[in-house]
């Protein structure tokens, strides 16, 4: 007996969008797909947490298509795939957007505001836009458990973080390095690479340059074979190095 499928005359992408959200919403399809396969083997997604200090825009919408894709697949294949959504609360960008607001500075907090205040401050500003998120995350069918999500500003997040580390120090598994650490003198502290691409991070300015000499301190390098006769004439040699960044100058160490 053949099976009759509902005909369209047109496509409506947005009609199609909400009729499929409703029947996912009345059956409760996202939680049967995880109860359907208890006791099957076990797949777990952590989302790469967004931060709700800014509202989502369509590159979330990719990103978040990819990560639904490989947990629908892994379904498919009869995997129990749970899914924990999370809020990224990076402190830094919220930070000085409240101190902004508040009209403070760093060595404010404590004299003008406790720092309870402030941190409660910063925790209002950090899940601002939680509502839009939630929202994108329904109306994208973006399978993911926002009800129990993690938040890293959340005591057990932080003692978690700091216990995995203990856990790494134990195995011996971390060690003292050097490296460039971009500096923020206003914020008083180290800046990652996100906060460096923060809009208003950067403008076009003219600046001086600086030319470092760097004295060549192996003569019988095999690299300066071919040019001794010219680096020796006029006594001991140095490699000059043109740059526009001598703030990094204090730490090379090469």
Not at 23 to 29: L, P, Q, T
Not at 85 to 111: R, S
Not at 132 to 145: A, F, H, I, N, Q
Not at 226 to 235: E, H, Q, T
């Amino acid at each position: 007996m053949s099976k009759r499928f509902p005909e369209y005359s047109g496509l409506n992408l947005p009609e199609i969008n909400d009729s499929v959200l409703e029947k996912w919403s009345a059956e409760d399809v996202f939680a049967r797909t995880m109860s359907e396969r208890e006791g099957c083997p076990s797949f777990v997604f952590f989302e790469g947490p967004p931060s709700a200090n800014g509202k989502p825009g369509i590159h979330h919408v990719l990103a978040r298509t990819i990560k639904d894709i490989f947990c629908r697949y892994k379904t498919m294949q009869g995997f129990q795939v749970k899914r924990k959504a999370g809020w990224d609360t990076h402190g830094l960008p919220v930070e000085l957007g409240v101190e902004k607001n508040l009209g403070i500075t760093k060595e404010d907090i404590g004299k003008k505001i406790s720092v309870d205040e402030y941190n409660a401050a910063c925790r209002r500003e950090v899940m601002k836009y939680t509502g839009e998120w939630e929202d994108l995350t329904r109306r994208m069918g973006y399978w993911v458990d926002m009800p129990n999500a993690y938040i890293t500003y959340d005591n057990r997040y932080i003692e978690s973080v700091w216990w995995l580390l203990g856990e790494l120090y134990k195995k011996g598994y971390l060690y003292k390095g050097y490296t460039i650490q971009p500096y923020s003198p206003a914020a008083g502290t180290g800046l990652s690479s996100h906060e460096l691409n923060q809009p208003g991070c950067y403008r076009d300015v003219k600046d001086t340059t600086c030319v470092a000499q760097f004295r060549v301190v192996d003569d019988n390098a095999p690299a300066l074979a071919p040019y001794r006769d010219i680096l020796f004439r006029w006594g001991t040699p140095y490699c000059l190095a043109w740059t526009t960044t001598p703030w990094t100058l204090p730490s090379n160490t090469a």
